[in-house]
């Protein structure tokens, strides 16, 4: 993937026992293979028969979710498989408070029961992404990991972040791919073709677009020479002003979800350098929301408003894994 995030680390927990029996397996836009006139040919799982696991990368309590690095029987490579469960579904509790789910008493004490449910499988669907065949870089990103503040002058982006991310081979062929309509247009909620101020409106993996309560889009802009927000200047106005009005129209419009209840946002460092903008629901704690990631869309038109250099001249503070490359570079 085209991706190599710098934060939001998450302690391991102790030694985890996986069990994986079934899940619906969702391929990452990233999880393919060069065939041999050099096109993507998609990986598809059906079940994780042939999945060894190799080590656990990270187990989030926070986020009930658990990243796992591993192998594919008969395969080359290795492989990241992220599983997620799944906020509950409202349209749905009828059937998890039902005599298909079972209860077992845990204890009980005076008017207080404690019990664990067994919900029937479809009830209990996990969100799962797959990364193969994964690179180091994809590792590194989703190994639990200690981070640093680094408090970035424009002359260290300049001097060091900037000929850094230009000397990775972070390939963008999978968003060229969706710019192009090559791939996941089924997934598109809008699209603005201008090539100046376009861009293209789609779910990210992170949400299955079932439930509003976890609403998560992304905007991948239409122009391919800007990176990230380092990038920006008073020209970008009217590309990010766009964004901002046409995207959150477009989700109230599908989603009924109104402006004041999103969050818009980008992120510095971000996960891939093509630059790109989140849309989440208000209620919705998405990783990488903290201060040192995330930049507020609207903030970040305003301060293009008072100064058209701003991005040039300020120094960003943002946290970055002790184990990622640009870490090295930065604080030798």
Avoid at 2 to 15: F, L, M, Q, V, Y
Avoid at 57 to 73: I, T
Avoid at 219 to 232: G, H, N, Q, T, Y
Wanted: proline content about 5%.
């Amino acid at each position: 993937m085209a991706e190599a995030d710098t934060g939001n680390a998450i302690s391991p927990n102790k030694k985890m026992k996986l069990e994986v029996k079934s899940a619906e397996c969702t391929v990452d836009s990233t999880t393919s293979e060069k065939n041999g006139n050099g096109t993507n040919t998609d990986v598809l799982f059906s079940t994780f028969r042939d999945f060894e696991i190799i080590r656990v990368l990270n187990n989030s309590e926070d986020h009930k979710s658990v990243a796992v690095e591993g192998r594919l029987a008969g395969k080359e490579g290795r492989a990241v498989v992220m599983l997620q469960k799944e906020p509950f579904n409202s349209d749905k509790l009828q059937q998890i408070f039902s005599e298909q789910t079972k209860l077992k008493l845990l204890f009980q004490n005076d008017v207080y029961y404690n019990k664990l449910a067994t919900l029937p499988p479809e009830l209990n669907e996990i969100k799962t992404t797959v990364i193969f065949p994964a690179e180091e870089k994809h590792i590194k990103r989703y190994e639990a990991h200690p981070s640093t503040f680094i408090n970035e002058t424009s002359q260290m982006y300049n001097d060091i972040t900037k000929p850094f991310v230009e000397s990775q081979s972070f390939s963008k062929q999978w968003i060229y791919n969706i710019l192009e309509h090559k791939k996941e247009v089924e997934r598109i909620v809008f699209e603005d073709s201008d090539p100046e101020t376009g861009f293209i409106l789609l779910p990210d993996l992170k949400w299955t677009g079932e439930q509003l309560e976890n609403l998560y889009l992304q905007a991948l802009v239409k122009r391919r020479d800007i990176s990230c927000i380092r990038e920006l200047t008073g020209e970008h106005l009217p590309l990010l002003q766009n964004i901002q009005e046409k995207g959150t129209t477009a989700i109230t419009e599908k989603y009924g979800l109104p402006a004041n209840k999103m969050r818009i946002y980008l992120h510095y460092q971000p996960s891939f350098y093509h630059l790109h903008v989140h849309f989440t629901a208000l209620s919705f704690e998405a990783p990488g929301t903290y201060a040192g990631k995330a930049h507020l869309l609207s903030d970040i038109i305003s301060n293009l408003e008072i100064d058209g250099d701003y991005y040039k001249k300020a120094t960003i503070s943002y946290t970055v894994k002790d184990n990622h490359p640009l870490r090295a570079v930065l604080q030798p």
